[in-house]
């Protein structure tokens, strides 16, 4: 049996991105530069990076800390990004009209992105305080 470890939920804070008008594959691209990275750090690759993914993620980024600074408090100085994915939406499919009366299909890719943000001291507290019952 596989046992799965508790982790305090209280510590992570997260914010969605859906039906985004970009494909995944370079929404991904994006995302891999600021996995694991603290939230300052991230604001400051975000705003110098020249892809156009950077600006609706940016705004997930703030989104999320200020949804942890508002809903729980959390110090905008303590978050780091714990989890960060990208996953494909839908397709928007339309006709462009052509030549002779033909209709040429257009597939604009949509994505879903999901940022997560947890709160280093809080996180580093609760293993303080449990470390006798891991």
């Not at 891999?32 to 892809?51: A, N």
């Not at 001291?121 to 609760?126: I, N």
Request: proline share 4%.
């Amino acid at each position: 049996m596989i046992k799965k470890s508790k982790k305090n939920r209280y510590t992570e804070v997260y914010a969605l991105g859906q039906h985004i008008d970009m494909s995944a594959h370079k929404a991904r691209r994006v995302i891999d530069q600021i996995r694991g990275r603290s939230y300052e750090e991230t604001l400051m690759i975000l705003e110098l990076m020249p892809y156009r993914a950077s600006y609706p993620i940016l705004k997930l980024v703030y989104s999320a800390a200020a949804n942890a600074n508002h809903n729980m408090g959390f110090n905008k100085a303590n978050l780091i990004i714990s989890k960060a994915e990208v996953n494909e939406g839908i397709t928007v499919k339309k006709l462009k009209p052509r030549a002779r009366g033909r209709g040429y299909p257009i597939k604009r890719p949509t994505c879903h992105i999901t940022i997560v943000l947890k709160d280093l001291s809080l996180s580093q507290e609760y293993l303080n305080d449990n470390y006798f019952l891991l």
